[in-house]
T-cell receptor, first 117, second 113 residues
Framework: AQKVTQAQTEISVVEKEDVTLDCVYE???????LFWYKQPPSGELVFLIR??????QNEISGRYSWNFQKSTSSFNFTITASQVVDSAVYFC??????????????FGTGTQLKVEL | NAGVTQTPKFRVLKTGQSMTLLCAQD?????MYWYRQDPGMGLRLIHY???????AKGEVPDGYNVSRLKKQNFLLGLESAAPSQTSVYFC????????????FGDGTRLSIL
């Protein structure tokens, strides 16, 4: 069975600090996909990034960066120079690659990030 | 630019009542999903569909039924609502290509008294 662990329930930082959200996953599949979603206070789920299991390149998008390490089964998310608008719940999720299984997502329990002035 | 639309956005039911949540997507996606979100538990998959006329159980299917009579719609039914089904329900859809992300609706907040 697949499992995603986000051990950090809540993180509070002061604006402009860097913050890293941890994600550790378990799967028996050799091919899989990892995702990060953001849920702002308004409640909708916003897709941030997808990573394939066979691509271990790190990715940077503006203030956001992701570190994928297959050896430690981790897919961590770093926000540089955090802003109040980054305050949200962030979910890491794991998807099977087998299309016939519906590409179901297994979510972590989420990390609540609070960025204060 | 609707994407995934959930109806209704809020609902209060009494124990034992029935209701149907509607999810509609206009992106011609093959796959559709229903999740529930409870505090501290993330999102858990209730049922999903990989195509019109097909449905399958997810992680927490008990007490729910679904139907996908049309490709663009995915209905979630509660036959006899229970307080344990108080939750926020999210619908999602995605193309039938394995590495594409799921697109989510804005959620339905359902309270069972």
């Amino acid at each position: 069975a697949q499992k995603v662990t986000q051990a950090q329930t809540e993180i509070s930082v002061v604006e402009k600090e860097d913050v890293t959200l941890d994600c550790v996953y378990e799967t028996r599949d050799t091919t899989y996909y990892l995702f990060w979603y953001k849920q702002p206070p308004s409640g909708e789920l916003v897709f941030l990034i997808r990573r394939n299991s066979f691509d271990e390149q790190n990715e940077i998008s503006g203030r956001y960066s992701w570190n994928f390490q297959k050896s430690t089964s981790s897919f961590n998310f770093t926000i540089t120079a955090s802003q109040v608008v980054d305050s949200a719940v962030y979910f890491c999720a794991l998807s099977e690659a087998f299309t016939g299984g519906g590409n179901k997502l297994t979510f972590g329990t989420g990390t609540q990030l609070k960025v204060e002035l | 630019n609707a994407g995934v639309t959930q109806t209704p956005k809020f609902r209060v039911l009494k124990t034992g009542q029935s209701m149907t949540l509607l999810c509609a997507q206009d992106m011609n996606h093959e796959y559709m999903y229903w999740y529930r979100q409870d505090p501290g538990m993330g999102l858990r998959l209730i049922h999903y569909s990989v195509g019109e006329g097909t449905t399958a159980k997810g992680e927490v299917p008990d007490g729910y039924n679904v139907s996908r009579l049309k490709k663009q719609n995915f209905l979630l039914g509660l036959e006899s609502a229970a307080p344990s089904q108080t939750s926020v329900y999210f619908c999602a859809s995605k193309p039938g290509v394995r590495n594409q992300p799921q697109h989510f609706g804005d959620g339905t907040r359902l309270s069972i008294l």
